[in-house]
């Protein structure tokens, strides 16, 4: 299967990246050719551009898109008028051919901003709570639509609409936003019907293993445990560097014992969404030491959890017991599997798991917030939780992401929308209310004061210093943005309006 335009592997595509003309190495990977690749490629095998004339040639030959979302606002005084904003700024109209590397979608869709200028998996259901909030059903059905076509098209939903991206997905979602449409649509045989196929698909998709070697611990997405039970990691088939990351994973390699492998986790780091973070590194601070398909990660387990749960509502609501029957062992069979590996009595936590002997591994994360927000612990579980994050992970500016400060982005001093959600919804049901509400107030005074001094929302804020704008990884912060207009969105309204509103 090529799960990628082999444009990526052109003499010409290797030259540009490498050269480092451009200082994110996604703009050429989403630029657009003038004429047919293979013609630009017989010219630049004629002229051999170097230097200057490189670049040259490169802007002569392709175009690229501007960020609308980062030209000039009108004069603006606040968060939530900056929000409502730029819903129109940030949304995309369907397409049915394909333009560079970005994929046709038939309905229209939301991007989160900056260098994201496609529709983004787990992204999407972020955006969609505040989407439902004032009142833009259509729009989020539009998008649970394009995943569907994806679905159909790849059999799961890739990372991104971009070429690129077909090799791997993203945090399986898809359930949470039929959850979001349930009460409009479910009623709608037909619209039920086609949500379980492709809620069908996409699980077999995170299920899947090769006919040869069953004896493998590991196959693909799939985790043999010694109990017999099967839990989920993140993979990527493709030991290749990233072409939205050529350059830098190139110099990464190259202090790497054996690059290709570290392609692979890298990859796999992508389609985690946290990349990068030390959840995956065996060195907290060096991430040539990434090892992310050797991690058994709770949240990706949560997520499969939820998604066993909506399938067994799904078949339940179309009357065939049989299906729902099913779907309902799987998840009290993974169910059990989380409390049996991820929980530690002592801790008060659930990590991620070691592949090798099915260990805890040591990184503290608010990962574990999925499963709060998946309903698993119990309510003593929950508690030790709940103490946990406002004593450890609670900030002046919402939740850090985890308890290890290094360079990467996905850890200390930084906090993301998608972690806050999963918290206070959370928390919510276990009534920890009060809890929830401090965390929803801190995170919009970090969103707040970061509009104070940029005139914008970010992607991800530094909760330990509010006032500082938040870096580390691989490019920097970007403004827009889809997930933290969402979140942030959802936080007034649940402010202003209580929990009994709580909904998705």
């Known amino acids: 299967m090529q799960y990628q335009s082999s444009f990526y592997s052109s003499k010409l595509f290797k030259a540009v990246q490498q050269a480092g003309i451009f200082a994110d190495s996604k703009t050429f990977a989403d630029a657009v050719a003038n004429s047919p690749v293979d013609e630009i490629e017989a010219q630049f095998a004629l002229q051999q551009p170097k230097g200057q004339d490189l670049l040259t040639f490169v802007q002569a030959h392709f175009s690229f898109q501007a960020a609308t979302e980062l030209q000039a606002l009108p004069r603006l005084s606040n968060a939530k008028q900056y929000i409502a904003e730029l819903w129109q700024r940030l949304s995309r109209q ?84 039929v959850d979001l ?110 090892r992310t398909t050797d991690i058994i990660p709770v949240d990706l387990n949560a997520l499969m959890l939820l998604l066993e749960q909506q399938l067994e509502k799904c078949w339940s609501n179309l009357a065939k017991p049989h299906q729902a029957k099913h779907y309902g062992k799987l998840a009290e069979k993974r169910q059990a599997l989380l409390q049996q590996y991820f929980w ?38 929950a508690q030790k939780m709940a103490a946990n994050i406002e004593r450890r992970f609670l900030k002046q500016g919402g939740l850090v992401t985890t308890l290890n400060h290094t360079e990467q982005q996905w850890d200390a001093p930084n ?67 889809g997930w933290t207009n969402g979140v942030s969105s959802r936080f007034y309204h649940l402010l202003e309006n209580g929990f009994d509103t709580l909904s998705g």
């Open 94 to 177: 369907p397409s049915v051919t394909t333009k560079g590397s970005l994929l046709p979608l038939p309905h229209p869709y939301v991007v989160p901003g900056g260098r994201f200028n496609e529709i983004y998996y787990w992204d999407s259901y972020f955006t969609a709570l505040g989407l439902m909030d004032v009142g833009r059903e259509d729009l989020v059905a539009g998008m649970l639509n394009n995943f569907i076509s994806l679905i159909a098209s790849f059999g799961h939903v890739p990372n991104g609409n971009r070429d690129y991206y077909q090799s791997r997905s993203q945090p399986p979602v898809t359930a949470l936003m």
């Open 181 to 290: 449409l349930w009460q409009q649509i479910s009623e709608d045989d037909a619209w039920l019907e086609t949500v379980t196929d492709a809620l069908e698909k996409e699980y077999a998709f995170w299920m899947a293993v090769d006919d040869k070697g069953a004896e493998q611990v590991a196959q693909r997405r799939v985790v043999h445990m010694p109990c017999g039970g099967r839990l989920n990691r993140y993979w990527d088939p493709l030991q290749l560097p990233r072409p939205e990351s050529f350059k830098e994973d190139l110099e990464l390699a190259q202090s790497a014992p054996n690059p290709d492998i570290l392609y692979q986790h890298i990859r796999a780091a992508c389609e985690s969404g946290w990349d990068f973070s030390s959840r995956w590194l065996a060195d907290p601070q060096t991430l040539s030491s990434i």
């Open 344 to 381: 530690c009595e002592q801790g008060g936590w659930y990590y991620d798991l070691e592949l090798s002997d099915y260990s805890r591994a040591k990184v503290c994360s608010l990962a574990a917030t999925a499963v709060l927000f998946a309903k698993v612990p119990t309510p003593q579980q």
């Open 415 to 481: 906090g993301w929308a998608p972690l806050q959600w999963f918290a206070v919804a959370g928390l919510a049901h276990y009534g920890q209310t009060k809890l929830a509400e401090a965390i929803m107030r801190a995170w919009l005074y970090a969103v707040e004061t970061g509009f104070e001094h940029h005139g914008c929302l970010l992607e991800k804020y530094n909760v330990e210093h509010p006032e500082q704008r938040a870096s580390g990884g691989e490019y920097v912060v970007q403004q827009g943005f």
